[in-house]
């Protein structure tokens, strides 16, 4: 019998004989509890193994091992002749905290002065429920998955020391010479393919260049972006007009600006693609300035009809724009797969950035997507969702139209996975969000991405994630939600 004061204690050791972990991994887990929580205290003499054994029905060498186990972690420790005993060194009660419990309490947790002072600034992440109308949702339903099966199971039967070992840091030799050579011939970029670092998605470029560039209070032209918040930059709201970012607007607001975050070939939010006068205005400002501008294609890929829009970088000739792509929107977003393409000023320094803290992205994925560039699937499949993109479009734009027209006024756009519909008769974007979230649509107000509230409510509408069927549906439920909201509304009290 256990006849010690923690016998009781011992005694409750519940033993599952059916379970998925062996008896020794449960009996090893209670003992460390009691051991880490203070039930059992530092000195304490634990029963003999013969005695435990008959206590909890097993064998004697289970409890043997069980206690090797913790002695080798240095829980408990043997003295011959004398027993075995709880360490010594959870002597100080401090340690001993009741297992479920941790003793700091999230507010008590001190963080760093840049994260304490930009968390509350953060934009919120975007919610990416799979159903209409969630923004910058592929076609999940459209990728190949037969030729990716095929590639990944090519890639990972390669020589293990190859796709085990560390990766490149600064991205798969063969992947930046697929994307140089994809970006030559779709996006107009001359560039050469040591200009390319690969990083684990967008979000990942962004973190690099504030990392290697944003010192605290440094102005950044739009991109309410958080990783320029972390660093301490000062974003500056900017006017967005159907021309694109407002640059007069910019260097009225902040004329000694560092970096500027645009998204000309489709701007996110409302869908714009910005002039080219815009463009030539906005290099030689940042020209002039000595300022960086960070160009985020981010769907640029997907026009609907003839060539993508030329990019800002192929029209740069001094060298300030840092192209930002990522492969989240044509192909998938769980790749976490994007790219840098450098200006050759910067390239030495994101070198040292990435040999310095960021140790590359798996090799294997690398490798499958190269391949699937090289071998052509890729353009394939860009070609295929420019179509299904296009007619997914027309459906919600028709649709918009011919149902919903007494609320809400639908942009027309050429290119990408969402458009803009502005609401109309006063409604209120975040009160028909919340309906339409109750019945099962997600609208995004485009209020979520701007940093000073913006001028007109409505919504960013994904199409490029659900059928036209889908679609045609959630624009029945969008109507109702719309008219509920619109009789409440009426309803009020003036
Ligand atoms: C403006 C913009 N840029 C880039 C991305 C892609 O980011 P990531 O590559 O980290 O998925 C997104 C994702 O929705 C986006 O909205």
């Known amino acids: 019998m256990v006849k010690r004061a923690e016998g009781a204690l011992l005694q409750s050791i519940s033993i599952n004989r059916q379970g998925s972990h062996g008896l020794i991994i449960q009996i090893c887990t209670h003992l460390r509890e009691f051991i880490l929580s203070g039930s059992l205290k530092a000195g304490g003499r634990l029963p003999s193994t013969r005695t435990l054994a008959n206590e909890l029905n097993v064998a004697r060498t289970t409890i043997v091992e069980c206690f090797e186990r913790l002695a080798a972690e240095g829980l408990i420790e043997t003295r011959v002749g004398a027993g075995t005993f709880v360490s010594q060194a959870f002597k100080n009660e401090r340690l001993a905290v009741p297992a479920q419990k941790p003793m700091i309490s999230e507010k008590s947790a001190r963080l760093a002065q840049s994260m304490t002072s930009a968390s509350s600034r953060f934009v919120p992440r975007l919610v ?20 990716w099966v095929r590639l990944s199971s090519k890639h990972w039967r390669e020589a293990r020391k190859d796709i085990l070992g560390y990766p490149e840091p600064y991205g ?12 030559r011939v779709n996006r107009g970029i001359k560039c050469d393919w040591q200009q390319i670092f690969i990083v684990a998605g967008a979000q990942q470029a962004f973190q690099l260049i ?15 972006r958080n990783s320029f918040v972390v660093h301490g930059a000062d974003l500056v709201p900017v006017r967005v007009d159907e021309s694109g970012l407002d640059v007069a607007d910019a260097l009225a607001k902040a004329p000694e600006f560092r970096l500027a975050f645009v998204t000309p070939s489709h701007q996110q939010p409302l869908g714009v693609n910005m002039s080219l006068e815009r463009r030539m205005a906005l290099l030689t400002a940042a020209q002039d300035q000595g300022a960086w501008i960070i160009e985020d294609d981010w769907d640029g890929e997907f026009c609907f009809s003839g060539l993508p829009l030329p990019t800002l970088q192929s029209m740069d000739q001094a060298g ?30 994101f070198q040292t950035s990435l040999d310095a803290f960021l140790p590359g992205v798996p090799t294997a994925i690398q490798a499958i997507v190269s391949d699937f560039i090289v071998e052509g699937h890729f353009a394939t499949h860009i070609r295929r969702m420019r179509k299904a993109y296009h007619e997914r479009y027309q459906t919600l734009y028709a649709g918009v139209q011919a149902h919903l027209s007494d609320y809400l006024d639908i942009m027309p756009t050429s290119t990408g996975m969402h458009t803009v519909a502005f609401l109309k008769q006063g409604l209120n974007a975040e009160e028909v969000a919340k309906r339409a979230a109750e019945r099962g649509l997600t609208l995004t107000p485009i209020g979520r991405f701007c940093i000073v509230p913006y001028e007109r409510q409505g919504f960013a509408l994904g199409f490029s994630g659900f059928s036209t069927a889908q679609i045609d549906a959630a624009i029945t439920v969008l109507k109702d939600v719309c008219a509920d909201t619109t009789a409440a509304r009426e309803a009020e009290p003036a």
Do not use: C, N
């Open 210 to 224: 504030a990392t290697t560039l944003i010192d605290p209070g440094d102005k950044v032209w739009i991109g309410a």
């Open 128 to 147: 990416h429920e799979q159903r209409p109308f969630t923004t910058a949702t592929p076609a999940y339903d459209a990728f190949p998955m037969a030729q």
């Open 172 to 183: 798969h030799e063969v992947l930046r010479k697929a994307i140089a050579d994809h970006l």
């Open 320 to 349: 300030r724009v840092i192209y930002v792509g990522s492969f989240s929107k044509s192909l998938f977003p769980s790749l976490r797969l994007g790219f840098i393409l450098a200006p050759p000023a910067l390239m030495q320094h």
